[in-house]
Nanobody, 121 residues
Framework: QVQLVESGGGLVQAGGSLRLSCAAS????????MGWFRQAQGKDREFVAS????????YYADSVKGRFTVSRDNAKNTLYLQMNILKPEDTAVYYC??????????????WGQGTQVTVSS
C-alpha cells in the first residue's frame, strides 16, 4: 500500500500562488495514476486535476483550468499542484490521490491526509 503525504498548504491572498506537493512512499511512475481532489466547508469533495500513469496526459476541472498545473517528478516520486491566480472559492482541504490505473477515477484507492489552503480576499 502506497502512502501519500501532502504539504505546501497555507494562507495566501487572492491573486497569489501556492504549490502543493504529494510525496509517495514508493515508485509511482508507470504504476499509479495520480491527482488532486478538494473539499470546501459544507461541500462535497470534488475533482481538481490528475495525470495519467505514464505522465503523458493531464486533466483539469473547468473551475481551475488555465490557473492550476499538475505535474509529477518521477525521480522523487512526488506529485505537484501549482496553483496560480488563486480565488477565495479555491479555499478547501486539498487531497492527493492515487490508483493503479491508467487514468485516475472518481474513487481512487489511496489518499493522503489533506492539506488546508485558505485564500483571503
Amino acid at each position: 500500500q502506497v502512502q501519500l503525504v501532502e504539504s505546501g498548504g497555507g494562507l495566501v491572498q487572492a491573486g497569489g500562488s501556492l504549490r502543493l506537493s504529494c510525496a509517495a512512499s514508493e515508485r509511482t511512475f508507470d504504476i499509479y495514476s495520480m491527482g488532486w481532489f478538494r473539499q470546501a466547508q459544507g461541500k462535497d469533495r470534488e475533482f481538481v486535476a490528475s495525470v495519467t500513469r505514464s505522465g503523458s496526459w493531464t486533466y483539469y476541472a473547468d473551475s481551475v483550468k488555465g490557473r492550476f498545473t499538475v505535474s509529477r517528478d518521477n525521480a522523487k516520486n512526488t506529485l505537484y499542484l501549482q496553483m496560480n491566480i488563486l480565488k477565495p472559492e479555491d479555499t478547501a482541504v486539498y487531497y492527493c490521490a492515487a490508483d493503479a490505473s491508467v487514468i485516475l477515477t472518481t474513487t481512487p484507492k489511496y489518499w493522503g491526509q489533506g492539506t488546508q489552503v485558505t485564500v483571503s480576499s
